[in-house]
Nanobody, 115 residues
Framework: QVQLVESGGGLVQAGGSLRLSCAVS????????MAWYRQAPGKQRELVAA???????NYADSVKGRFTISRDNAKNTVYLQMNSLKPEDTAVYYC?????????WGQGTQVTVSS
């Protein structure tokens, strides 16, 4: 069984920064891609950023240049550094990992950006 625990969300003013973390535990043999998604009220869940096991990254156009995804394979943890936050970044952020070919989701962490 695989568990994901997210942390780092909160309330921040526009222009501020937050760092999200997602620690993966359980029966893990291999972690493949790791990613962050977000879902704003009344909207579909969307991909924010993803990182492969080799370190290749991709980002949604809306966050390019502001967000950085990284991972620590020794700690089975993925991070999302969010800078220059905007009110439109307000959403619940979810961690997603591919472990042994199966997808797992975290419980979500709320990020609220005030104007």
């Amino acid at each position: 069984q695989v568990q994901l625990v997210e942390s780092g969300g909160g309330l921040v003013q526009a222009g501020g920064s937050l760092r999200l973390s997602c620690a993966v535990s359980g029966s893990i043999f291999r972690l493949n891609a790791m990613a962050w998604y977000r879902q704003a009220p009344g909207k579909q869940r969307e991909l924010v950023a993803a990182i492969t096991s080799g370190g290749s990254t991709n980002y949604a156009d809306s966050v390019k240049g502001r967000f950085t995804i990284s991972r620590d394979n020794a700690k089975n943890t993925v991070y999302l550094q969010m800078n220059s936050l905007k009110p439109e970044d307000t959403a619940v952020y979810y961690c997603n990992v591919d472990a042994h070919g199966l997808g797992y989701w975290g419980q979500g962490t709320q990020v609220t950006v005030s104007s």
